[in-house]
């Protein structure tokens, strides 16, 4: 089993420090020289270890992949790329605290966009770009794309996936799991794409229109603006990021479906048709709460859009300071941080999905009052739901809200009064980004304490992986053979 992971190591630090070129090609048109350090060496000693493990096991070829080494992968894998991503703060200098630049990277790739920096705009270019591209390799998942880059490890990419891949329910779209990982790749690409012109037909420069298509699909929140979108003051741009933030906030593979002829499949799915009600319920209810802060219906609908789907889908880009909103419209947001966007989708949070299978139990469990000898079953897509599902996302619950717990206690004992504490673990857990009060979308998460940090940082992994990934390694059942 170590072999295998080092190997799958070896690999998905090459490609990681390969994409350290983009930002270096922006320093060198910026005319950057803290590129050479903070990028392009990191990335040859990267090429020089990496290259030489898969030098010494290149004769190990076809090795079975268990269960067991399907956790270690995405697991040390997820950590050391939260690592790796540390390295360019540090050697720019941008970041010196080495708990900050942790937290920052691993915030980064798990799509949680908390943050230490106050003045992001003041970051040399190649940084900026280099963490909002975090959160776009973390988005789609950095073991699916080792995957679909390199079909020919000779181990089972299944297993790796299904430890990645966010929801209760997992399978392939296609016969082969390379195949899938490369067209949900493919998909998440061209959408970066298209997003990128229409920001620069809006009159973003190209830099920033490619980093908040990054920020925004990636469902990350960084932003090249201490404003965030906020600081453009458009109405377009507005528009075209609540377009993109609710449509990386859908499962990928309904994507797949409707290239294939098969949209139906998107319009029958139980978890798209309660995701779309959702946005539209929360930001009508909150453009009539804020109405009076904006003069008319329209301005208060587009800020209410983007912060609903802003934080429904754990983006946390913003245009407006939510904290300073009435209560009310405060409460549906804080609400929403519970939710989360779709199962296979790159949202972080509960996922939808989980509500829906919580509330039709709950359902269930009253109708059998009524009826104790009754039969009911859960029923998804128009088909009954297997009961296993139900076991699944009630034990997930129990866990997820475990670790809001210890968080929270973790937060408090950094500083932070009970209420910033509390949005703060379902910021960082759910990888939303901001929370309210001390943690507010205006605010940032550099004044924890050190040890606080680094347990954050183990918060957004375990949110990021579905929790079990993370801790099943504190189970002396992992440990039995």
Sequence with gaps: MAITVIRMLAVLLLIIATTFLIPSAFALYYGETIAIKAFLFPMLFVYVVAGLFLFIFRKKKNMRLSTRSGFAIVASGWITAGLLGAVPFLLS???TNVFDAIFESVSGFTTTGATILSDVENLPKCIN????????LGGMGIVALTVALMPLLGVGGFQLIKAETTGPEKGKITPKITMTAKL???IYLGMTVVQTILLLLCGMSFFDALAHSFSTLGTGGFSTRNASIGHYNSAAIDWVCIT???LAGVNFSLYYQVLIGKGREMLENTEFKVYVSILFVCTLAITFIIMPLYNNFFSALRFSAFQAVSITTTTGLGTADFDK???????IIFSLMFIGGSSGSTSGGVKVVRW?????QASNEIRRMIHPHGIFSIRLNGRAGRKDIVFNVTSFMLVYFILLAITTFVASCGGADLFSAFTASLALVGNVGPGFAMVGPTQNYGFFADAAKLWFSFAMLAGRLELYTMIIFFFPVYWRK
């Design 356 to 360: 829906v299978v919580m509330s039709k």
């Design 129 to 136: 770009m280099w963490r909002v591209q975090m959160c776009w």
């Design 93 to 95: 200098g941008t970041i």
């Design 184 to 186: 949900l790749w493919f």
């Design 244 to 246: 993109f933030m609710a």
């Design 325 to 331: 909103w009435p209560a009310a419209a405060q409460m």
